[in-house]
C-alpha cells in the first residue's frame, strides 16, 4: 500500500510555470511507475506524463511535450511534475498515481491514486 499527496497546484498567469509535488508514505516509490495525470471539469481524466521506476524512460502528451517535465527523487520518496509556459487548457486537477510494470498512460492500469491538486491557468 502506497499512500500519495500531491502539492504545489494554485492559479497562474499564461505563460507562468508551476512545480507539482507527490510525496509518498507507506512504501518506498523506487519500485513504482509515477504517473501524472489531469482532469477537467467535463472530461475524461488524462495521462500527462509518466516516468520509469529505473531508468527515467518517459512519456508526454502530445500537447505538453516540450513545456513539461517529469522527475523523481526516489532519496525523497518524491516525483515532481515541472510545468512551464502554461496556458489556459491546462487548466484541470492533476494528480499523481502509481503502478509497477511498463511506462504507460492510461490510467486504468494505475492502482494508487493521490487526491488531486488544483491547477488553474487564467488572467
Known amino acids: 500500500q502506497v499512500l500519495l499527496v500531491e502539492s504545489g497546484g494554485a492559479l497562474v498567469q499564461p505563460g507562468g510555470s508551476l512545480r507539482l509535488s507527490c510525496t509518498a508514505s507507506g512504501s518506498t516509490l523506487d519500485r513504482y511507475i509515477i504517473g501524472w495525470f489531469r482532469q477537467a471539469p467535463g472530461k475524461q481524466r488524462e495521462g500527462v506524463s509518466c516516468i520509469s521506476s529505473y531508468d527515467d524512460r518517459s512519456y508526454y502528451k502530445d500537447s505538453v511535450k516540450g513545456r513539461f517535465t517529469i522527475s523523481r527523487d526516489n532519496s525523497r520518496n518524491a516525483a515532481y511534475l515541472q510545468m512551464n509556459s502554461l496556458k489556459p487548457e491546462d487548466t484541470a486537477v492533476y494528480y499523481c498515481?502509481?503502478?509497477?510494470?511498463?511506462?504507460?498512460?492510461?490510467?486504468?492500469?494505475?492502482?494508487?491514486w493521490g487526491q488531486g491538486t488544483q491547477v488553474t491557468v487564467s488572467a
Open positions: 498515481a502509481a503502478r509497477y510494470g511498463i511506462v504507460t498512460p492510461a490510467a486504468s492500469m494505475y492502482k494508487y
